[in-house]
């Protein structure tokens, strides 16, 4: 099968750029652009917040939307940028403009170190973390009396230009929607959906999970702090009920949720949507408002659990006739024809190739990792076996640097990486597949290949990659598919195509023939054997007995955290070790029918 070397476009997953856009942008802007000429002050003033919420949610939407770390606290950016550009613009005389972007600036700085601390949290830790930042900033504020006013608050002067504050607000919005836009185009706004859906299998593909998120963190504080100056500048005064205001939040969420999260345009629909809703809410039940958008949010969640946008995406596709790709096994037929002359895994600089070495690791005291040595040879296929238990994909998850090791060392190619982060293990060249298949089910199957491209490739050459590693597969044709909807089988498939991206020198397997069918299995055992002819090795964990002795050079038999026989195939299967690790020990025969 011929792969064209033709440059490949590859499609956006949020907005595209076409004629029907930018006219339905323009159309917008221009609409907002002039609501001062045809617009009361009543309309304006609920312009101006309704613009404000939007680009709150577009804000939040950044790390909780792309990267799901869901904060339930961002009104500390919002109060903060409040307080350093009012205090800016009234003490230094700054212009609020200019208050409003060095207010934004400070934030941004404040939010590093932040992010390093609180995005080790995950889950509802980091949504109760940041609640906790926000209340720490409320605190702090009214401690700083003599800055800030305490609980009286700071009165500020006003404006008689509130139509430039009205087109500040419209500024600041519209560049938090080209920001989410131009992260969304980009292979950084896949590696944060892809870090939504598993951090982890994101970082052994090679990426730095931290820095990404740290970035994504820092952007998201910069548009709220300019708000929060510009909203403080509306009002013409700012306390710390309304800059850490706890419903702020919840009206931040219920706009990305409601929208639909990790999509550009859903968090505008969302903000469009709630701001109208809350508008005559408050107006109509100003007693009861809060509790009808609890009652709101829980109804989202259940019937609109991906929002919006995605749904009113999916009935267009469906009134233009789109279908999905058709669902078909992958099927063995000779070898496969695709050529892997550009497959070029890093040279070999020492051997052995991998050396573990009187390694220990232990879980509350227990060692379930004692003294594990072992060397992989080159160009070899090791295989792990032992009873469930034995430890066998912990010594995969330390050799990768999912786990850090208690004791001992490990070395590949000659260098030292049981002190090294994932990433820096998977530019090394040593990919990884699971027992359970770890794809990031919410993108495309060819999005999911993408993200695990070497850095430096332009998208063309990726994507030609990417499909070829499909077709040496055998999942050719399924581009389009979202991971989730791919059968078990498929999914080992698509995982063993991702590793193969980044032409790694040792693939390290967990279970690859468990659970899937004789025809698919014998498709691993043959990309297996193509790719360690090509220069790859591999170390494989597997329980089917009959695949390992047939495809493996070599055989580590782990018990209890510890090895306990190793050699060819043949020499393991007649261990007795090995037959007592399996099957307990070997009963002797005595003449006389005792039997110690």
Same mark, same amino acid.
């Given at each position: 099968m011929t792969i064209s070397t033709q440059t490949t476009s590859l499609s956006s997953r949020g907005l595209r750029v076409n004629k029907t856009t930018v006219l339905a942008t323009l159309l917008v802007l221009a609409a907002l652009a002039t609501a001062p000429l045809w617009g009361s002050a009543y309309i304006r003033s609920f312009l101006s917040v309704t613009l404000m919420w939007v680009g709150l949610a577009l804000s939040w939407n950044i790390i909780s939307g792309y990267s799901g770390y869901v904060s339930l606290g961002h009104t500390a950016f919002f109060g903060m940028g409040a307080y350093v550009g009012a205090l800016l613009f009234s003490n230094l005389g700054m212009p609020w403009g200019l208050a409003a972007i060095v207010a934004g600036v400070i934030t941004s700085v404040v939010a590093v170190p932040i992010g390093y601390i609180l995005l080790r949290l995950r889950g509802p830790f980091f949504a109760?973390?940041?609640?906790?930042?926000?209340?720490?900033?409320?605190?702090g504020v009214n401690r700083l009396s003599a800055w800030t006013g305490g609980g009286h608050g700071l009165y500020l002067e006003t404006t008689s230009r509130l139509w430039l504050v009205y087109f500040g607000f419209m500024a600041i919005t519209l560049a938090a929607f080209l920001a989410t836009w131009l992260i969304d185009s980009l292979p950084y706004g896949r590696t944060l959906l892809a870090m939504r859906d598993d951090e982890v299998a994101t970082q052994v593909l090679g990426t730095p999970t931290t820095r990404a998120k740290v970035?994504?963190?820092?952007?998201?504080?910069?548009?709220?702090?300019?708000?929060?100056?510009?909203?403080?500048?509306?009002?013409?005064?700012?306390?710390?009920?309304?800059?850490?205001?706890?419903?702020?939040?919840?009206?931040?969420?219920l706009m990305g949720a409601l929208g639909g999260v990790g999509t550009?345009?859903?968090?505008?629909?969302?903000?469009?949507?709630?701001?109208?809703?809350?508008?005559?809410?408050?107006?109509?039940?100003?007693?009861?408002?809060?509790?009808?958008?609890?009652?709101?949010?829980?109804? %989202? =969640? *259940?019937? @609109?659990?991906? #929002?919006?946008?995605?749904?009113?995406? /999916?009935?267009?596709?469906?009134?233009?006739?789109?279908?999905?790709?058709?669902?078909?096994?992958?099927?063995?037929?000779?070898?496969?024809?695709i050529s892997l002359d550009e497959f070029s895994p890093p040279e070999v600089e020492a051997e052995p190739l991998l050396t573990v070495e009187s390694v220990i690791k232990s879980f509350a005291g227990r060692r379930v990792i004692d003294e594990c040595t072992f060397e992989i040879a080159p160009n070899s296929v090791t295989g792990l076996i032992?009873?469930?238990?034995?430890?066998?994909? %912990? =010594? *995969?998850? @330390?050799?990768? #640097?999912?786990?850090?090791?208690?004791? /001992?060392?490990i070395v590949f190619n000659g260098v030292r990486i049981d002190n090294k982060a994932p990433h820096q293990i998977g530019h090394l060249g040593i990919g990884r597949t699971y027992q359970i298949p770890r794809l990031f089910d919410r993108l495309t199957v060819l999005d999911n290949m993408m993200v695990a491209s070497p850095q430096g490739l332009s998208p063309g050459v990726s994507a030609q990659r990417a499909r070829q590693r499909?077709?040496?597969?055998?999942?050719?044709?399924?581009?389009?598919?979202?991971?989730?909807?791919?059968?078990?089988?498929?999914?080992?498939?698509?995982?063993?195509?991702?590793?193969?991206? /980044?032409?790694?020198?040792?693939?390290?397997?967990?279970?690859?023939?468990?659970?899937?069918n004789p025809i698919l299995r014998e498709r691993i055992a043959e990309l297996v054997r193509i790719l360690g002819s090509h220069g790859v090795t591999f170390v494989v964990i597997g329980h089917e007995m009959t695949e390992m002795m047939a495809l493996c050079d070599r055989i580590v038999v782990m018990d209890q955290g510890a090895v306990i026989s190793e050699g060819s195939p043949a020499h393991v299967q007649q261990d007795p070790a090995v037959f007592e690790a399996y099957f307990g020990r070997r009963a002797e025969f005595i003449p006389n029918g005792r039997q110690p």
């Amino acid at each position: 099968m011929t792969i064209s070397t033709q440059t490949t476009s590859l499609s956006s997953r949020g907005l595209r750029v076409n004629k029907t856009t930018v006219l339905a942008t323009l159309l917008v802007l221009a609409a907002l652009a002039t609501a001062p000429l045809w617009g009361s002050a009543y309309i304006r003033s609920f312009l101006s917040v309704t613009l404000m919420w939007v680009g709150l949610a577009l804000s939040w939407n950044i790390i909780s939307g792309y990267s799901g770390y869901v904060s339930l606290g961002h009104t500390a950016f919002f109060g903060m940028g409040a307080y350093v550009g009012a205090l800016l613009f009234s003490n230094l005389g700054m212009p609020w403009g200019l208050a409003a972007i060095v207010a934004g600036v400070i934030t941004s700085v404040v939010a590093v170190p932040i992010g390093y601390i609180l995005l080790r949290l995950r889950g509802p830790f980091f949504a109760v973390g940041m609640l906790g930042l926000s209340e720490v900033f409320r605190i702090g504020v009214n401690r700083l009396s003599a800055w800030t006013g305490g609980g009286h608050g700071l009165y500020l002067e006003t404006t008689s230009r509130l139509w430039l504050v009205y087109f500040g607000f419209m500024a600041i919005t519209l560049a938090a929607f080209l920001a989410t836009w131009l992260i969304d185009s980009l292979p950084y706004g896949r590696t944060l959906l892809a870090m939504r859906d598993d951090e982890v299998a994101t970082q052994v593909l090679g990426t730095p999970t931290t820095r990404a998120k740290v970035a994504a963190f820092v952007v998201s504080a910069f548009f709220p702090a300019m708000l929060g100056t510009t909203y403080a500048i509306f009002i013409s005064y700012i306390d710390p009920s309304s800059a850490f205001n706890l419903e702020y939040n919840l009206i931040m969420v219920l706009m990305g949720a409601l929208g639909g999260v990790g999509t550009v345009i859903g968090p505008v629909l969302g903000g469009a949507v709630v701001g109208g809703l809350r508008e005559s809410l408050w107006v109509s039940l100003p007693q009861l408002h809060l509790i009808l958008f609890g009652i709101i949010m829980v109804v %989202t =969640v *259940l019937v @609109l659990p991906d #929002g919006l946008y995605p749904r009113i995406r /999916g009935m267009v596709r469906r009134w233009r006739g789109a279908t999905e790709t058709t669902i078909r096994e992958a099927r063995v037929e000779g070898a496969p024809t695709i050529s892997l002359d550009e497959f070029s895994p890093p040279e070999v600089e020492a051997e052995p190739l991998l050396t573990v070495e009187s390694v220990i690791k232990s879980f509350a005291g227990r060692r379930v990792i004692d003294e594990c040595t072992f060397e992989i040879a080159p160009n070899s296929v090791t295989g792990l076996i032992g009873p469930n238990g034995s430890g066998k994909t %912990t =010594v *995969l998850n @330390l050799i990768n #640097g999912i786990l850090n090791v208690d004791g /001992g060392n490990i070395v590949f190619n000659g260098v030292r990486i049981d002190n090294k982060a994932p990433h820096q293990i998977g530019h090394l060249g040593i990919g990884r597949t699971y027992q359970i298949p770890r794809l990031f089910d919410r993108l495309t199957v060819l999005d999911n290949m993408m993200v695990a491209s070497p850095q430096g490739l332009s998208p063309g050459v990726s994507a030609q990659r990417a499909r070829q590693r499909l077709e040496l597969v055998g999942l050719g044709g399924f581009e389009e598919r979202l991971a989730g909807k791919l059968s078990y089988g498929q999914r080992k498939l698509l995982e063993m195509a991702r590793v193969l991206m /980044g032409d790694p020198l040792l693939i390290l397997m967990d279970e690859p023939f468990a659970g899937v069918n004789p025809i698919l299995r014998e498709r691993i055992a043959e990309l297996v054997r193509i790719l360690g002819s090509h220069g790859v090795t591999f170390v494989v964990i597997g329980h089917e007995m009959t695949e390992m002795m047939a495809l493996c050079d070599r055989i580590v038999v782990m018990d209890q955290g510890a090895v306990i026989s190793e050699g060819s195939p043949a020499h393991v299967q007649q261990d007795p070790a090995v037959f007592e690790a399996y099957f307990g020990r070997r009963a002797e025969f005595i003449p006389n029918g005792r039997q110690p």
